[in-house]
């Protein structure tokens, strides 16, 4: 099997662990097979692939959309980043709850958060290239999110040695207590 994967706290949150083949010359590794993601019971259908770069500190998210709602396969290609999932079904045991895991270009982990979930990562090497596999394609009219530091949430972010540094537009989402989250109810 290409592919190991890990159930976390949350449900269908999946930490992914491929195979990795390297020798003198490098490394080879599948990063998508859709029959074993499948047989892991990660059945979604990728329609856009994403990649960004970011600095040491930067934080982004966390973030939903509404409409045209995205599940993500994410991973880091070069640096290392603290990547967070968040439970925002209203109805969910989990409502509220989160999970993070550490994703880097050395452990080459991939972590799976499906519709129905916030989701946002903190960089926390000089530099990171964050690649990423959607569900849907993004649609800036319905996009929306939770300040990274809701007390309600409490994400448990690493310390660094240099300021978060998030977007305007990141530092102005209402609280998570202020929320509507009925959009995300059909996936209870």
Same mark, same amino acid.
Do not use: A, H, N
């Given at each position: 099997m290409a592919f190991e994967f890990e159930r976390t706290g949350l449900p269908g949150v999946v930490i992914v662990r491929p195979a990795v083949f390297g020798d003198s010359r490098g490394y080879f590794m599948e990063t998508y097979r859709k029959?074993?993601?499948a047989e892991a019971g990660i059945t979604a259908e990728f329609v856009q692939d994403n990649e960004s /770069?970011?600095?040491?500190?930067? !934080?982004?998210g966390l973030h939903f959309q509404k409409e045209h709602t995205q599940g993500k396969l994410v991973r880091v290609t070069r640096g290392t980043v603290f990547d967070v999932a968040v439970d925002v079904r209203p109805g969910s045991a989990f409502f509220g709850k989160w999970t993070g895991v550490v994703l880097s270009e050395e452990n080459k982990r991939m972590f799976y958060v499906p519709e129905g979930f916030a989701h946002g990562f903190l960089? !926390? /090497?000089?530099t990171a290239t964050f690649a990423y596999k959607c569900t849907d394609v993004y649609d800036p009219s319905s996009e929306g999110g939770i300040p990274w530091n809701d007390p309600d949430i409490g994400v448990e972010w690493p310390e660094l040695d240099c300021e978060y540094r998030t977007s305007p537009k990141d530092a102005a989402h209402p609280s998570f207590r202020e929320q509507d989250f009925g959009w995300a109810a059909k996936w209870e």
């Open positions: 029959e074993q993601f /770069s970011s600095t040491k500190g930067v !934080l982004r960089v !926390l /090497s000089d």
